[in-house]
T-cell receptor, first 115, second 115 residues
Framework: KAGVTQTPRYLIKTRGQQVTLSCSPI?????VSWYQQTPGQGLQFLFE???????NKGNFPGRFSGRQFSNSRSEMNVSTLELGDSALYLC??????????????FGQGTRLTVV | AQSVTQLGSHVSVSEGALVLLRCNYS??????LFWYVQYPNQGLQLLLK??????LVKGINGFEAEFKKSETSFHLTKPSAHMSDAAEYFC?????????????FGTGTRLTIIP
């Protein structure tokens, strides 16, 4: 079956702009998580959505937001972009159901560059 | 709170030699542990996972890991390194609380294979 699809793969934005990233999970998966990967901070958890509700949240400012649609597709939005937001943004898909021994499947990521 | 420590940000081994990548975890509840691999400009691919069924876990590409509760370790090994193993490896922990899909990652270990 199809894997996790993230669009776009690459994005260049100007400081102060906003951006929306998209993630389509594996069919049947209801949980979508977002991670930011930078050389300095590594992989950091942004938030997780399950059945259209934010279930977990990391320690990122309110400029970072997300949502999930009824078909489990998720979007992440970053407003008022800063240079430090340049990163690889990874989306992870999982079933999100008990028992909790399921793994997360990752997309190829969206490389965001803020100039 | 959960955390993961990966000892050695860079590891170099000769082709055919043993690969050993170290991971120690901290978790207040029984953890689920994972090893992921990342190739350049790619997302994360699951190598293997520990979910309390067996302490020695076999994964893809000849990798395996042993869960040692007394040492709070989950080191990744491969008996004979191949050039295609060159990549970055991440250890991750997830607390087994219901509704908690958050993965906490280590800082990663970049594996170089010497011909």
């Amino acid at each position: 079956k199809a894997g996790v699809t993230q669009t776009p793969r690459y994005l260049i934005k100007t400081r102060g702009q906003q951006v929306t990233l998209s993630c389509s999970p594996i069919s049947g998966h209801r949980s979508v998580s977002w991670y930011q990967q930078t050389p300095g901070q590594g992989l950091q958890f942004l938030f997780e959505y399950f059945s259209e509700t934010q279930r977990n949240k990391g320690n990122f400012p309110g400029r970072f937001s997300g949502r999930q649609f009824s078909n489990s597709r998720s979007e992440m939005n970053v407003s008022t972009l800063e240079l430090g937001d340049s990163a690889l943004y990874l989306c992870a898909s999982s079933s999100g159901r008990q028992p909790m021994n399921t793994e997360a499947f990752f997309g190829q990521g969206t490389r965001l560059t803020v100039v | 709170a959960q955390s993961v420590t990966q000892l050695g940000s860079h590891v170099s081994v000769s082709e055919g030699a043993l690969v050993l990548l170290r991971c120690n975890y901290s978790s207040s509840v029984p953890p689920y542990l994972f090893w992921y691999v990342q190739y350049p400009n790619q997302g994360l691919q699951l190598l293997l996972k520990y979910t309390s069924a067996a302490t020695l876990v076999k994964g893809i590409n000849g990798f395996e890991a042993e869960f040692k509760k007394s040492e709070t370790s989950f080191h990744l090994t491969k008996p004979s390194a191949h050039m295609s193993d060159a990549a970055e490896y991440f250890c991750a922990v997830r607390e087994s609380n219901f509704g908690n899909e958050k993965l906490t990652f280590g800082t990663g270990t970049r594996l170089t294979i010497i011909p």
